[in-house]
């Protein structure tokens, strides 16, 4: 079955800097878009980037992060990361990583908490 695990997660001040990572098995990585989302309580969950497979890689960012935000992919290592840098205290939220599969299925991590102090 296919797995997504997230870590990378933490506490951090704004202005910091945090990478989070996701690790997949059991899927064809290099061919599938991936993604990050995160939710904040009492909020919506909501799209943060996506990279397509690795013969494009395309990136599609939400607003509210472009220019602060990297999401990149390691095909060898079947791991999507999301480097977060400048981060905001609008940024807490649970980040969760996103797998598109076949079918129009999409499969989720287990998700990693994000804090940033104010």
């Known amino acids: 079955q296919v797995q997504l695990v997230e870590s990378g997660g933490g506490l951090v001040q704004a202005g910091g800097s945090l990478r989070l990572s996701c690790a997949a098995s059991?899927?064809?990585?290099?061919?599938?878009?991936m993604g990050w989302y995160r939710q904040a309580p009492g909020k919506q969950r909501e799209l943060v980037a996506t990279?397509?497979?690795?013969?494009?890689?395309?990136?599609l960012y939400t607003n509210s992060v472009k220019g602060r935000f990297t999401i990149s992919r390691d095909n060898a290592k079947n791991t999507v990361y999301l480097q977060m840098n400048s981060l905001k205290p609008e940024d807490t939220a649970v980040y969760y990583c996103?797998?598109?599969?076949?079918?129009?299925?999409?499969?989720w991590g287990q998700g990693t908490q994000v804090t940033v102090s104010s």
């Open positions: 996103s797998a598109l599969g076949p079918y129009g299925v999409t499969y």
């Open positions: 990279i397509t497979s690795s013969s494009s890689k395309n990136t």
């Open positions: 059991s899927i064809d990585f290099s061919s599938t878009t």
